[in-house]
């Protein structure tokens, strides 16, 4: 049966191939340490459980919410910016709660895209940056940077050989996957070029909180004159440990949070009232949460780079968010990421994400996620330790799991 003409377009999805392997493996016994999906694993904090559990008791908030977010909401998440990056909003026209940043940014697609818009997107980059846009009719234009001097040649590029003419850029500092983190510079001159060439931005910021080396990433709406152009996109999941909560926001430019306020409202009556009131009540604490948040990750960073340079993988330290971009090792690279992801379950016992699935541009990475505590990064380590030692010795009995099929 032909599938439909929306399916059509999107690619297999490849971190389906590597969670097969996975559930196979563990029906069989296998103890796989899982460091593939960001999926944070620290429990959310008893206070906001809590204020939780108190609201969820009036009868009154288990009816529709606001599509757009309750009030409270809104103007907690205008006061963290205002906190945070000394960026004021205002919370009836520049701010909107959505389910998560990943719902967001497919909404903001819907609002904004007319077919055959193009989109210019780092390659590689989380799915939803590119997807969002393909499913609603955009072409994606790649652009294979980093965030440094070479950026705004590719963008310069990028408008000159698109026809029509980008509708929009989507940025990603701290980047998922791959960990690269953009200066206030930059995002100047990326709004500078953008107000030149009449482009909208949108910057997801998921992972604003996690960073290591005492530098807090900015945002984009920093700049000034950044709100003219842009939206920016942000997420409770990593930040405070609520991944399964649902819960994010879109904030700037009021022309663009007024269409996807508008898009919203034609497809879901916001989160539960109770999440909605726990969410403001942590965006409104003392940040204690996030600092406790951000401690873990950051020593669990410093583990995993110690304990896999030790089992002879030497992974880059990221700066920020929850992930490691870890070059494959050179022995294995010819076979790219997805063979290489099927390998480390089979012989190892370890998932990680293949760099393929975020674009072909990262098919010589795999994203791993600080997502088990310290003593399984470091048993992950020791079981790729010793299966880099046996390959080395039997290079012919180790091949990826689709030759043997």
């Given amino acids: 049966m032909e599938e439909f003409h929306k399916v059509r377009r999107l690619p297999p999805y490849v971190f389906e191939q590597v969670n097969r392997l996975k559930a196979s493996a563990r029906s069989r016994g296998a103890d796989i340490i899982d460091l593939g999906m960001g999926n944070p694993d620290l429990p959310t904090s008893k206070a906001i459980v809590?204020?939780?559990?108190?609201?969820?008791r009036d009868p009154r908030t288990h009816r529709y919410s606001s599509s757009r977010g309750i009030p409270g909401l809104r103007r907690a998440q205008a006061n963290y910016y205002a906190r945070r990056f000394g960026v004021k909003l205002d919370p009836d026209t520049q701010v909107?709660?959505?389910?998560?940043?990943?719902?967001?940014?497919?909404?903001m697609a819907q609002a904004i895209t007319a077919p055959g818009d193009v989109i210019l997107c780092p390659n590689p980059t989380y799915p939803i940056h590119a997807f969002g846009f393909i499913m609603s009719g955009g072409v994606i234009r790649s652009l294979q940077v980093e965030p440094d001097d070479g950026f705004i040649p590719a963008l310069e590029r990028g408008i000159r050989h698109s026809i029509p003419k980008p509708l929009a850029l989507i940025l990603n500092y701290p980047s998922n996957p791959t960990a690269q983190v953009a200066s206030l510079d930059f995002y100047k001159d990326v709004v500078a070029f953008a107000k030149k060439n009449d482009v909208i931005i949108l910057s997801d910021l998921a992972y604003s909180e996690i960073y290591f080396d005492g530098n807090p990433p900015p945002s984009v709406l920093q700049v000034p004159g950044a709100i003219d152009v842009a939206v920016e996109f942000t997420s409770m999941s990593k930040?405070?440990?609520?991944?399964?909560?649902?819960?994010?926001?879109?904030?700037?430019?009021?022309?663009l949070i007024s269409a996807l306020t508008r898009v919203k409202s034609y497809l879901d009556y916001g989160a539960f009232t109770p999440i909605q009131v726990a969410a403001?009540?942590?965006?409104?604490?003392?940040?204690?949460?996030?600092?406790?948040?951000?401690?873990?990750?950051h020593k669990r960073r410093d583990v995993m780079v110690d304990a896999f340079s030790r089992a002879g993988w030497t992974v880059p330290a990221p700066a920020a968010s929850m992930f490691a971009w870890a070059p494959i090792p050179e022995p294995f690279k010819h076979l790219g990421s997805l063979e290489v992801s099927k390998l480390l379950i089979e012989h190892a016992d370890v998932a990680v994400a293949p760099g393929v699935g975020f674009g072909e541009h990262g098919d010589d990475h795999v994203r791993i996620a600080l997502v088990e505590n310290e003593h399984r990064i470091r048993q992950a380590a020791r079981n790729i330790k010793r299966f880099?030692?046996?390959?080395?010795?039997?290079?012919?009995?180790?091949v990826p799991l689709a030759a043997h099929r």
Wanted: glycine share 10%; with cysteine.
């Fill in 96 to 107: 909107v709660a959505t389910l998560g940043s990943k719902e967001g940014f497919a909404n």
């Fill in 50 to 56: 809590d204020k939780l559990c108190e609201v969820v």
């Fill in 280 to 297: 403001a009540h942590a965006l409104n604490g003392d940040g204690a949460d996030i600092a406790e948040v951000r401690d873990i990750y």
């Fill in 239 to 255: 930040t405070f440990s609520m991944p399964g909560w649902r819960m994010g926001f879109a904030v700037g430019n009021e022309r």
């Fill in 388 to 398: 880099l030692a046996s390959s080395a010795k039997q290079p012919n009995n180790v």
